[in-house]
């Protein structure tokens, strides 16, 4: 590896620091990982050889002692940026337990709970003297939230809410931290009073004694099993039998019950959505893109080392990165690492904007962040996800072995396409925002992610050479236009079925096949062209920016050529130019491939976060597997009981005979 880091043509660390927001917070990342990787209680271990029950209870461990012992050594605080670091950078799968607690629970809480009902439950979280989990899910109900069963029914006499789940199906089941931890519940049910439903609404439940942590009366709680990952996070089930809460445990930042039961609602209705943009909108970044990134910087090490047959006839063998198609497995995964990481970054900062403009009572921003939210979990999840499993498979062998360290990576990264939202129904949310957009833009300047549905002109794409397929503008331009088709081609259809009498419902249903693959056309245009106006604006070293436009041009025609029936059926691209981009793709991974070590360098993730014998900075790999194996549980003894077992059953079978 040495030998392929003599060969990068641009500054490492200058690409770290603009990855990273600035040298300054590359400085504070490395700090919160030195003391990370240096305190044995919280640095990483291999838990890939733990049990469920240990890897969940080292989990609780290490939490318990960051929250309890590390941050006050440190002088840092549960919301510092230290902490936010420790957690976006923490190994997936690593660093689970009271993830939903600090990370959806104490937020919920502050989006709808009134200042008062803050004031009082919210240092108690903060100092983990209440663990608290998100019930929302139903083993019945994930998606549909107004077929939640749930319920809340609202007794004027005793000022009290009644929370009963009236069949099984009405259990909640999923939430994190639920299982084993929580002792409160931020619970979502149907408000009941007088035999009138309201709708879902957010109740403070609590659901375990503070001091023995025994169930309460009327609640049934436990861990749902095993999973594909994530298997320090006891995801649990909750059903509450006639549960009492007082009046005061309905969050009542958007809506509230009066002592006489009379409702009072404060906000629009669409605000108890609002804790699931938020955790689509900023959750990305850690669960997927990170991910994708540990799996790239594992993969393509690997592959420069591994070496694997001959090339030239006679000739030594050469490291698999040689093979073209080993650099189309894995290189357009690194750019595609960069380029969404920049786009999840101006989602998040978009939220951001939406929050401050929420504090003065203003959410005409809400639709199109939804839809953006919904969208870009959705693709950026699905694409991370399904890029992780082809680096896996590109280390052979050794890429199923949890050595590799990928596949715990990829098995926490996936449920970022089930959680938050089932990745099909968040891209038909988008797809209802673009198809409002569409049939208005005659009328109203689109603006935002949408801006690019002003320009309706017809056009064709009149590049005729390879070098001009790596033009930035015209990937842009390219994507637009694209995106811009499929959506007035999908629009057209349902016009057309509701006119000639389909229902609207039916017409939707009908037609969604299609607005699925709008929706990823459109998110796709947002990342590229996001990418590229972003790299415009960069200041920074022309070797750091020429190989910034390439990983750009790469991840766009990578998406291109994976799509190319997209561009011909619009009419935009003639087959000829699908050619010239196809070939233009090849001769970008060769001028990538020098680079490729700089390029996982750069994100920096140790070997400690890695926690792969494939993926070491060093590329040592033999020896770290071997000493990785003869750990093995099965390796403690030369003869295990089960062949001491084996042999006398056959040894007793022979004497009967
Ligand atoms: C570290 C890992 C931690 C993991 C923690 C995981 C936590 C969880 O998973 S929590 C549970 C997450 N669950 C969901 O996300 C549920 C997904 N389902 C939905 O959100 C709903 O299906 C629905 C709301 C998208 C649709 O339900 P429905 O009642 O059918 O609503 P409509 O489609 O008719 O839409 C109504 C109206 O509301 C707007 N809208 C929908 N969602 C949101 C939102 N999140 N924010 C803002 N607005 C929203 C939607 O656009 C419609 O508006 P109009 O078009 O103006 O009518
Ligand atoms: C690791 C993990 C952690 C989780 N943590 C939590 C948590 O902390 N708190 C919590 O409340 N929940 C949690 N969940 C639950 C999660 O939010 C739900 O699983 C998710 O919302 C999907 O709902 P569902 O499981 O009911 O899937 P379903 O909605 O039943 O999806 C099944 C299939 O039906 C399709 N489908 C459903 N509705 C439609 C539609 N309208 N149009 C087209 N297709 C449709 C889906 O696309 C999918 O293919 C977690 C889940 C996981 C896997």
Known sequence: ????????????????????????ETKLRRKVADVIQNDPE?????????????????????????????????????????????????NIGKERSFGVHAGVFIPCLLSFGSDEQIAKWLPLAMQFQIIGTYAQTE??????????????????????????????????????????????????????IDGKKYGMHPFMVQIRDLTTHMPLPGITVGDIGNKVGFETTDNGFLHLNQVRIPRENLLCKNAEVKPNGTYLTKASDKMVYG?????????????????????????????????????????PEVSVME?????????????????????????????????????????????????????????VSEQCSDGIEILRKSCG???????????????????????????????LQCARYLVKCINQVQTTRMVGSVAYLNNMTQSTCHVDSVSGFKQLDVLVACFQYRAREVLKTAALKLSHLTKHGMASYNAWNQSSVELVNVVKAHITQFIVTTFASGITELECTKPVKNVLQQLCALYALSCINASTGDFLKVGYLSPRQCDLAHEAELELLSCIRPNAVGLVDAFDFSDDLLQSCLGAYDGNVYERLFAWAKKSPLNKTEVTIYQQYIQIRLIGRRKAF
């Not at 799996?295 to 690997?302: L, P």
């Not at 062998?397 to 926490?412: F, L, R, T, V």
């Open 1 to 24: 590896l040495e030998k392929e880091r003599g060969q990068v043509n641009f500054n490492v660390e200058e690409l770290t620091n603009i990855y990273d927001g600035g040298a300054e």
């Open 42 to 90: 919280v640095r990483c271990k291999d838990i890939g050889m733990m049990t469920r029950e240990e890897r969940y209870i080292d989990g609780v461990r290490r939490c318990v002692y960051l929250y309890k012992v590390l941050l006050p050594r440190e002088g840092w605080t549960p919301v510092s940026k230290e902490v936010k670091d420790y957690f976006k950078y923490r």
């Open 139 to 192: 083993m019945g109900h994930g998606t549909f939230l107004r077929g939640l069963q749930t319920t809340a029914t609202y007794d004027k006499k005793n000022k009290e809410f009644v929370i009963n789940c009236p069949e099984i199906s009405a259990m909640k089941w999923w939430p994190g931290d639920l299982g084993k931890s929580a002792n409160h519940a931020l619970l979502m049910a149907q408000l009941v």
């Open 275 to 315: 804790s699931m943009v938020r955790l689509r909108a900023i959750i990305l970044e850690s669960e997927a893109v990170s991910a994708l990134g540990k799996a790239c910087t594992i993969a393509v090490r690997y592959s420069l080392v591994r070496c694997q047959g001959e090339l030239e006839p006679g000739k």
């Open 323 to 379: 093979y073209m198609t080993q650099q189309k497995k894995l290189l357009p995964y690194v750019a595609m690492t960069y380029v969404t990481h920049f786009a999840c970054l101006k989602l998040s900062n978009q939220y951001n904007a939406f929050t401050r403009e929420m504090d003065n009572n203003d959410i005409s921003g809400l639709p199109e962040l939804h839809a953006l939210s919904a969208g870009m979990k959705a693709v």
């Open 397 to 427: 062998g050794h890429g199923y072995s949890n050595a590799s360290g990928i596949p715990i990576i990829w098995s926490s990264a996936v449920a970022c396409c089930t959680y938050e939202g089932e990745n099909t129904v968040m891209l």
